[in-house]
């Protein structure tokens, strides 16, 4: 029971079993922190290793530790109108609700008051609808029940850490197995060992279908679980999650509209990262992440992510995030994510379930120099999904392709949003829009480079470049320039990239589209000299068609139609400059 490593089992496959990992932690680390003194340099590793977290801790926890402990409280009770604590409880072990609340519509009004950190967490937790905090009868429910719990078992306080000790021992334990020998240890009836298992908590529980064979029809249950299992859980809310409103996809929500809005939960799981790490990278991620439309927060919260852990692997605090030889993904897998939908006027309910990788397309990254290029191509992708407005549907769907892209890492969702972002900067800027965000082609080398070396080949041809930058000297660069309200010397190329992408299904047919696009360029660039006694972008050589009609037949019609499509609409370093001359 006292030893230097403890286990969670995965027993659910949601993020509850991630919250109940970082209860453990936390809770490990108090003991710690107890034993050993606050300012000691404690490490505790939170690792993933497959069927189960592992919590390992720079030295054993000896009985003593636990013997001496003085009892605190990870779980606060949460106070808000008709929901008030025990007397005696004592104040630090409780959180107001409606004060927090107040204090956080001052601070939008006004600016005058910082919110609380953790604030998102305890509006999650404390409002009505998600049924953790209010009472019924002579009881409350879930979270506040077990905050309860434990201040009433305070005098079992030692009692209380043993069984949590004792029921991560060892990978595979069920910790239901131990709530009767809890309550025979306690002296307190059996049906005091067991909780509701709130769909806060445990998205995939609580009422409704929530058997793992449909074998059953009492979907009217609730699931009960042990108690201090449950605690770990409610612990590790306050250490991982990052409840947000799905805000309406409209330009002017109403107050109504916010009110009815979709929760989503974001909850980190881990790779192998020390809890002290975790908290300062955490705290800054959650401090940034602000309420957007749902698919684009998705995208954001990967990013933003991936960028602030890069940002203190740049400040060198912590070991673990050197990136010696290894990437973000090494260090965290990414974000359990839950949306809870209004579906009575009264209750929220869980309706979807989703793991969100961190950016696998980082690569790694071996040097100061390389974890600032990273972060530059992140936040290149922050700035570009930032930009796409939701509440239309070439934008929704456009996002649904990067999130898809996040999600499994398929590249053929990354050039289908490449594709029809094309579209849709261009379709911006005709609309008067002066600027807007692009991809530069040092970053899609960087993305590309890091998990498809094999398409070096292609994106380093100067026939390749030169045929990348025809397109982009017809599309992106006079749009741009005419948006600015300059003069344009050459046609604007409408639809090129989407009639590229479409061809190539076929490899003759988009040979044929390729060369009919190059011919016409090079016409073009010849009415211009003649007319006007200057060229300002350069012509295509019959070796730069050569070179790509080979590229074509070595790696496919479909492949290198995408890459060009993609470096086609971006934007090179010396473009700006270039936008502000006549093109």
């Not at 592992?54 to 030295?59: A, G, R, S, T």
């Not at 003085?70 to 007397?87: A, D, E, N, R, Y």
């Not at 409840?243 to 881990?270: C, G, H, Q």
Request: charged share 25%; net charge neutral; with cysteine.
């Amino acid at each position: 029971m006292y030893q230097q490593t403890y286990f969670v089992e995965k027993r659910t496959g949601t993020f509850a079993d991630v919250l109940a990992a970082y209860g453990l932690a936390a809770i490990l680390d108090e003991i710690l922190a107890q034993a050993l003194g606050r300012e000691s340099q404690r490490r505790v590793w939170i690792r993933d290793t497959g069927p189960y977290y592992k919590v390992e801790l720079p030295e054993p926890i000896q009985k003593f530790w636990v013997d001496n402990c003085l009892p605190f409280s990870l779980v606060p009770f949460i106070k808000k109108k008709g929901v008030q604590p025990p007397h005696g409880m004592p104040i630090e072990w409780t959180r107001d609700f409606d004060g927090a609340r107040q204090s956080y519509q001052t601070f939008f009004s006004t600016r005058q008051m910082t919110p609380a950190p953790d604030y998102p967490v305890l509006e999650c937790i404390g409002d009505t609808k998600m049924q953790a905090t209010n009472k019924t009868k002579n009881s409350f429910e879930s979270y506040n029940a077990m905050a309860l719990r434990w201040y009433q078992t305070l005098s079992k306080f030692t009692v209380n850490i043993e069984f949590i000790l004792q029921m991560c021992a060892s990978p595979g334990s069920n910790p239901d197995d131990l709530a009767v020998v809890w309550a025979r240890k306690t002296g307190l009836p059996s049906k005091e060992a067991f909780v509701t298992a709130s769909q806060l908590l445990n998205p995939a529980e609580g009422q409704g279908q929530n058997q793992p064979k449909a074998n059953r029809l009492d979907t009217r249950m609730n699931l009960s679980s042990f108690w201090l299992f449950e605690y770990l859980k409610a612990a590790g809310m306050w250490m991982c999650a990052a409840p947000r409103k799905a805000a309406p996809p409209k330009n002017e929500p109403t107050r109504e509209d916010w009110e009815r809005a979709d929760r989503k939960i974001y909850v980190l799981a881990p790779s192998n990262i020390t809890l002290g790490a975790h908290k300062d990278v955490f705290k800054t991620f959650s401090s940034r992440l602000r309420n957007e439309t749902s698919v684009k927060m998705d995208c954001i919260a990967a990013l933003l992510y991936a960028a602030t852990l890069l940002e203190y692997s740049e400040a060198g605090q912590y070991d673990e995030l050197d990136f010696e030889g290894y990437g973000p993904a090494k260090v965290v897998a990414g974000f359990h994510v839950a949306q809870y939908k209004l579906l009575s006027r009264n209750a929220y309910t869980a309706i979807n379930m989703a793991f969100l990788g961190l950016p696998a397309w980082t690569g790694d990254a071996r040097s100061r120099k390389e974890v600032l290029d990273l972060r530059d191509v992140i936040e290149e992708h922050r700035e570009v999904i930032d930009g796409i407005e939701e509440s239309r549907s070439e934008g929704y769907n456009l996002l649904l392709s990067y999130r898809n892209f996040l999600l499994g890492q398929r590249w053929d969702d990354f050039f289908e949003f490449a594709a029809g972002y094309s579209h849709y900067a261009m379709s911006q800027l005709a609309q008067g829009q002066r600027w807007v965000p692009l991809f530069t082609t040092p970053s899609l080398r960087r993305l590309i480079m890091a998990t498809n070396k094999s398409l070096r080949t292609i994106i380093e041809s100067p026939g390749f470049q030169n045929v990348a930058y025809a397109i982009r000297h017809s599309t992106i660069i006079p749009q741009t320039r005419k948006a600015r309200g300059g003069e344009t010397l050459y046609d604007i190329r409408y639809g090129l990239g989407m009639d590229l992408k479409r061809k190539a299904t076929v490899r003759d047919e988009f040979v044929a589209a390729l060369a009919n696009f190059i011919q016409s360029y090079n016409q073009e660039n010849s009415q211009v000299l003649e007319t006007r006694g200057q060229q300002m972008r350069k012509d295509l050589r019959t070796t730069d068609v050569e070179a790509v009609v080979g590229l074509v037949d070595e790696y496919g019609a479909e492949v290198v139609a995408n890459l060009l499509v993609a470096y086609g609409y971006a934007r090179e370093p010396r473009d700006e400059a270039e936008s502000s001359e006549k093109a």
